[in-house]
């Protein structure tokens, strides 16, 4: 009995390897199965390789650039002018100093710099006596202890510490205060202000695009909306020094200073907007079909069901947008330069000026720095710090969206 080979098993045929059944369907005795060459897309993998080396390695130059820049920052001693001299001429042996009582506070424990560079000696502070005299310890650092004459100038040495840097609560190098607080807390200010502003608005206009809005409206909204985000910063800069805070001011009173972090904060999270709306929508458009006519199926309206079936669906997407646009508000330049202020203040009252890190690198950078002085150092210490506190919220969106990201079948 012949026996069928179709039946309760696979047929023979399909059961040989790939080659021998495309010969036996089609009857020629040799098929080519080999990979036949495609230079045009090997070039293009190579360009695309390419493209991402180049990403990697000028994150990379970056990140040494502004480490070894800021490595001087906190390494080198800077010699500040304590706009003070010697009132009388000092031996060699003297460890008893008369100083001019004007100028800066002297404190037990700083070294000093007396003398012109060609003749000049490095002393340690070990006792005040009053303001005009000072009680040291000649010829520290290797220096040799020599004479100097009345009128000798007075330096203080300035050496930034991480401690100094984090916990001091005054930024001015040029005196030797040290504390990026005083410009992360406005910084801070601005962003959480911008975030009240475009996260709601944001997000608002992401949903009623992408689920309310019908294509007619939605092909009109959407480039409009995203026009936002193509308008020059210093626009927006002026539009909140000219029209938002004389907008504050007329609702809250002169309490509101002209340069001030709140019409700053709402104007940073206008410009925002584009970017929180157009992740969330793409979010918002991922979630299946199937999810949302389930919802419909069991009576559910269509606030409830984005309220309780979209939103938890596409939590991961719209985190990560929040965070993008957080990272956004943080860097802003350009508003916070024209609208917020042109000086550090340690400060959270939204109606008070104050500046950003983004906005003192712009406005000092602007001007005379010389070439590793104290100030030029600094501006590299706060990119450094801005450039961490912008990767780390990189790094929590990717967390986020890994431990929220919904995968559908």
């Not at 009995?1 to 047929?11: L, N, R």
């Given at each position: 009995?012949?026996?069928?080979?179709?039946?309760?098993?696979?047929?023979f045929v399909e059961r040989l390897p790939l080659a021998e059944r495309i010969a036996a369907k089609t009857g020629r005795a040799e098929v080519g199965l080999s990979k036949r060459p495609r230079p045009a897309e090997r070039a293009i993998s190579l360009f695309l390789l390419a493209c991402g080396a180049l990403s990697i390695l000028t994150t990379i130059g970056f990140t040494v650039v502004l480490g070894s820049e800021a490595l001087h920052f906190f390494s080198t001693t800077e010699w500040l002018n304590a706009n003070k001299q010697t009132t009388a001429a000092i031996s060699a042996d003297d460890t008893r100093l008369s100083v001019a009582s004007s100028?800066?506070?002297?404190?037990?424990?700083?070294?000093?710099?007396?003398g012109f560079d060609d003749a000049s000696e490095h002393v340690l502070i070990t006792e005040i006596v009053n303001n005009e005299t000072i009680i040291v310890e000649r010829g520290v650092d290797g220096t040799t202890a020599v004479e100097h004459t009345t009128?000798?100038?007075?330096?203080?040495a300035a050496q930034v510490t991480l401690s100094k840097f984090l916990t001091d609560n005054k930024w001015s190098p040029q005196i030797g205060r040290f504390g990026v607080m005083e410009l992360v807390i406005p910084t801070l200010v601005i962003t959480v202000i911008a975030m009240v502003v475009s996260i709601p608005l944001g997000l608002g206009a992401a949903i009623y695009i992408g689920e309310y809005a019908n294509p007619r409206v939605r092909s009109i909204l959407k480039p409009i909306l995203e026009i936002l985000a193509g308008i020059p910063t210093v626009v927006y800069g002026y539009f909140a020094l000219t029209f938002v805070t004389p907008l504050l001011q007329s609702i809250f009173g002169v309490q509101v200073q002209v340069y001030n972090m709140l019409s700053?904060?709402?104007?940073?999270?206008?410009?925002?907007?584009?970017?929180i709306s157009s992740i969330g929508e793409d979010a918002l458009s991922a979630v299946p079909r199937a999810l949302r006519e389930a919802s419909y199926g069991l009576g559910a309206t269509k606030l409830e069901t984005v309220f309780k079936v979209l939103l938890p669906a596409a939590l991961s997407g719209i985190v990560a947008a929040v965070i993008l646009g957080f990272s956004r508000a943080v860097g802003e330049t350009m508003i916070v330069l024209i609208a917020s202020?042109?000086?550090?203040?340690?400060?959270?009252n939204p109606f008070d000026s104050a500046e950003t890190m983004a906005?003192?690198?712009a406005r000092i950078s602007t001007g005379d720095l010389s070439y590793g002085s104290i100030d030029y150092n600094s501006v590299f210490a706060i990119g450094l710090t801005l450039f961490i506190m912008t990767l780390l919220l990189n790094f929590a969106s990717t967390l986020v969206t890994r431990r929220f990201r919904e995968v559908y079948q």
């Open positions: 009995m012949e026996q069928d080979m179709s039946f309760g098993a696979q047929p100028g800066s506070a002297l404190n037990v424990g700083s070294t000093l710099r007396l009128g000798a100038p007075v330096y203080v700053a904060g709402i104007v940073v999270g206008i410009l925002i907007i584009p970017t202020g042109a000086g550090p203040n340690l400060t959270v906005g003192h690198i």
